[in-house]
């Protein structure tokens, strides 16, 4: 993608990272033909965010094609439709969590299979154990077509980052894109992994409570960050397969 008197390069950095989250998403089974969304701040010097346009599947999102909305749903640059329902689960966060800069959203089928179990997900791995005590529930209401759902996503996200969507879904949320793909990529492989020991028959280890906190906090270290060194390796698969996503 070029650049413009418009896009500043921070903005040209966000559409460029955001529009290969949509690509390896699609290449890790994230989409849904063309549903599902994924977010990003425009820049530090606008409030606003961008998001795919409506009816594009994952692979066919562009750095030039993202849309560029405000906290209220009107599409400020770009051209087409959003998908409403984007707007709804996503404004609420960018709304209240100034300290997130993207949030992901996927059906998944691992996903859609733990979001209906009434114990939601089960931390039994060391990949997991970042969520333990550390991930939200929100209860399904419907298709979130309403903006008074806002208020519940908000607030059941709470100051977490990672959350089920009951009977939906999953969502992911971080600093930087990066973030948000790489807790989504472990969040989603908790829940094949929860999937797969159901059909075991055999006795699960389950960790102890101590043991998956101080697990937990491990990740909280500052020289851990995570995407920091995952996100160039997942760009570099893309440009390896000479994926169109900067255009």
């Known amino acids: 993608m070029k650049n413009n008197k418009n896009i500043d390069q921070e903005e040209l950095n966000n559409r460029i990272d955001l529009a290969a989250a949509y690509h390896l998403a699609d290449i890790f089974d994230f989409s849904d033909i063309i549903w599902n969304h994924i977010t990003c701040k425009t820049s530090s010097s606008k409030n606003t965010f961008l998001i795919n346009k ?3 599947r994952y692979d066919e999102v562009t750095a030039s094609n993202l849309l560029e909305i405000d906290l209220e749903g009107n599409i400020i640059s770009g051209e087409g439709e959003i998908n409403f329902t984007g707007f709804v689960i996503h404004g609420a966060i960018h709304q209240t969590r100034e300290d997130l800069n993207c949030v992901m959203h996927s059906h998944s089928r691992s996903g859609l299979a733990i979001s209906c179990l009434k114990n939601g997900l089960e931390i039994l791995i060391q990949d997991s154990a970042m969520f333990h005590n550390r991930i939200s529930y929100h209860d399904w209401e419907g298709m979130s077509i309403s903006t008074e759902e806002c208020d519940s996503i908000a607030r059941d996200l709470g100051n977490n980052n990672t959350m089920i969507l009951r009977n939906h879904g999953l969502l992911t949320a971080g600093k930087s894109i990066g973030e948000a793909f790489m807790l989504m990529y472990y969040l989603d492989r908790a829940c094949k992994l929860q999937i797969d ?27 851990y960050q995570l995407g920091k060194h995952e996100w160039p390796a997942l760009k570099r698969m893309l440009d390896k397969n000479n994926s169109i996503y900067d255009q």
């Open 54 to 56: 409506f009816g594009l």
């Open 197 to 223: 020991l159901l059909n075991i028959n055999q006795d699960i280890i389950k960790p102890s409570e101590n043991l998956l906190e101080f697990a937990a906090g491990q990740y909280n270290d500052p020289n």
